[in-house]
């Protein structure tokens, strides 16, 4: 099985450093060494969470989503990779899994780039927190009360 | 030549039914009959059957999942994949079928065996509904027809194929061991069934009179029914009765206890077979399935026979039939009320009076009637130590009738009562408590029976 894992492993990173093809546009490049810290930070993430994964798993997702930010650049691109991967485990499991891989990293996207600044204790302790609540009551992930109020006040 | 049996490698007794697959790769590599290649070919299959599912749970959105949801589908697909393997007459079969075929092919065949066990477990219970003892007992009814029901609903051949999502609590007298999915629900309708064909044969009235005299609340307890009437049954052949009555009298539960206490439990055994043999020539019981499924029930009854006269307890075992004659209830009216004008000057005049003995002259002048006795020692505004003595201007099936229609429930009161309703349940468990035994005794078993009108 460690024969299998480490395949897996080799497949993983090398679709992590393909993705400098396209992230070198914006001035953001992973070393070999950082690929490998990505997919342990994953495995990691995983295994605090209780959850399993198969195939690839979503750190590409994340490069190829998140380059464009304004809110990256080569000194932090690793270190916000790292706590996205962490972040996004974690709220798959507080949203119960009622939200898709690809529509929470979007969502993670519009939040850091929005109303989070580059903030990923914002986005982390306020809008993904807020969104998971939505979630599990039944609304729209994006729903939200306080626009609702302020739209009532202005009728 | 006539005893030749073929040798086998796997012995079966070392298969655990409920994990099949598990223990058969266990047994087959301990003979060798699987290698370490085979092994870890079989691993890898069961790795990708388990990511396909995942995949098609999560509904191609995520490729992550809890891990207690992938133990749970991989829980499912060895389920499926062992049910296919069961199917083999040998486990060597079945182990060359490992060895020849991929797993995800192992599923797809295993699956249509969940589904062809799935569709004969639904014909089952349509013969389990139509053979169902008619019985008021609440676990029976709730599991045989709604429980099952809800089997039927909730499983998921797909992702918990070994789920039953169900507790099927009324207990069958043969236990299922070793049994899960939709194996267990087909083996526990049959024991249903069969239980259900035995119990037919005797008539209702008396399984409720036996049942009865098992326990009052027989109704509200998780008993097996049939256990019960086959005990009973067994019990009238041994005392020589036919075994259709169901009855056995307490001073022949007395005699079979001293017959049987001289015996050993073998011997015993030997007589509750013989026994069981003659009840089902009286019953002219000719399905073998049913049959067999007496045999097997037998050990059971044995082994609480044997343990009763043990510990000198055989008249729990054969129990006597109860009476429905002595069980009868009679009503009890409260009266006619006076009409509202005269209660209330009536009601004005006893709270005018100043001494007691001026107020129960009052009482027993004016009242003629329980309704209005009650509506008084209510409304008239009495002292607890009043209220105790007039009390006593009422006889022993007043007072029961009194205490039927106000219980006194100390945790409930305070919420749901007013004052004055909390004071006088309080007043007649006092007067009650302050009587004599042989008068509560009287007050408790009038309550038994006692039915307000």
Request: proline share 1%; hydrophobic share 40%; aromatic share 10%.
């Amino acid at each position: 099985m460690g024969f299998t894992n480490s395949i897996i492993q080799k497949q993983a990173i090398n679709e992590i450093l393909k993705c400098n093809d396209l992230t070198e546009h914006y001035g953001l490049i992973l070393t070999h060494s950082q690929a490998i810290e990505l997919f342990e930070t994953r495995s990691y993430a995983l295994n605090a969470n209780g959850r399993i994964e198969f195939g690839g798993g979503i750190i590409d997702k994340f490069i190829k989503i998140f380059c464009d930010s304004p809110y990256l650049y080569m000194q932090n691109y690793a270190g916000t990779l790292h706590e996205l991967i962490e972040i996004f485990y974690f709220y798959k499991n507080e949203t119960l899994d009622l939200i898709s891989d690809d529509d929470l990293i979007k969502f993670m996207k519009s939040c850091f780039d929005g109303s989070c600044q580059g903030s990923l204790e914002l986005l982390a302790a306020r809008e993904l927190s807020k969104m998971a609540r939505n979630l599990r009551y039944g609304y729209a992930f994006d729903y939200n009360e306080d626009k609702l109020d302020v739209a009532k006040e202005e009728e | 030549m006539e005893n030749i049996e073929r040798i086998n490698a796997i012995n079966k007794r070392n298969l655990n039914e409920e994990f099949y697959l598990q223990s058969l790769i266990e047994e087959a590599t301990r003979c060798n009959l699987l290698s370490d290649n085979d092994i870890e070919k079989i691993q890898f299959g069961c790795l990708e059957l388990l990511a396909y599912k995942v995949k098609c749970y999560n509904g191609l959105d995520s490729d992550s999942i809890r891990v207690e949801f992938a133990e749970n589908i991989m829980k499912s697909n060895l389920y499926t994949i062992s049910l296919y393997l069961k199917s083999f007459l040998l486990p060597e079969y079945a182990v060359e079928a490992l060895q020849n075929t991929t797993i995800s092919d192992l599923y797809d065949l295993g699956k249509r065996h969940v589904q062809s066990k799935l569709n004969a477990t639904k014909h089952l219970h349509l013969l389990v509904v139509k053979n169902k003892l008619n019985t008021e007992n609440y676990t029976y009814n709730s599991t045989v027809i709604d429980g099952i029901k809800g089997f039927f609903k909730l499983y998921d051949p797909d992702y918990s194929a070994h789920d039953i999502h169900i507790t099927a609590d009324y207990p069958t007298c043969y236990p299922i061991k070793n049994l899960v999915g939709v194996e267990f629900i087909k083996k526990y309708l049959e024991n249903i069934y069969y239980e259900n064909q035995f119990c037919s044969y005797f008539s209702l009235d008396k399984i409720h009179n036996l049942l009865l005299g098992y326990h009052k609340e027989y109704c509200a307890l998780v008993i097996n029914i049939f256990e019960q009437v086959f005990t009973s049954a067994i019990g009238c052949i041994l005392i020589g009765v036919s075994a259709k009555t169901l009855t056995v009298s307490s001073n022949q539960v007395d005699k079979l206890y001293i017959e049987l206490s001289s015996k050993t439990d073998q011997q015993i055994i030997e007589i509750i077979h013989k026994a069981n043999l003659l009840l089902q020539k009286e019953l002219s019981i000719k399905s073998k399935t049913l049959q067999t499924y007496l045999d097997k029930c037998l050990p059971v009854i044995s082994s609480n026979i044997c343990n009763a006269i043990k510990i000198n307890t055989l008249d729990k075992i054969f129990i006597t039939r109860h009476n429905t004659e002595i069980d009868a209830t009679f009503s009890f009216s409260f009266g006619v009320k006076m009409d509202n004008e005269t209660y209330r000057n009536l009601i004005d005049n006893i709270m005018q009076c100043r001494f007691l003995s001026d107020k129960i002259d009052i009482i027993k002048n004016n009242i003629h009637s329980l309704s209005d006795f009650e509506d008084m020692l209510l409304d008239s505004e009495l002292t607890k130590f009043e209220i105790m003595n007039i009390l006593k201007l009422l006889n022993t099936v007043e007072i029961a009738a009194l205490i039927k229609r106000h219980p006194y429930q100390p945790d409930t009161d305070a919420l749901e009562l007013k004052d004055n309703e909390i004071m006088l349940n309080s007043c007649l468990n006092n007067y009650v408590n302050l009587q004599t035994l042989f008068f509560q005794n009287q007050i408790a078993k009038i309550l038994c029976c006692i039915d307000i009108e």
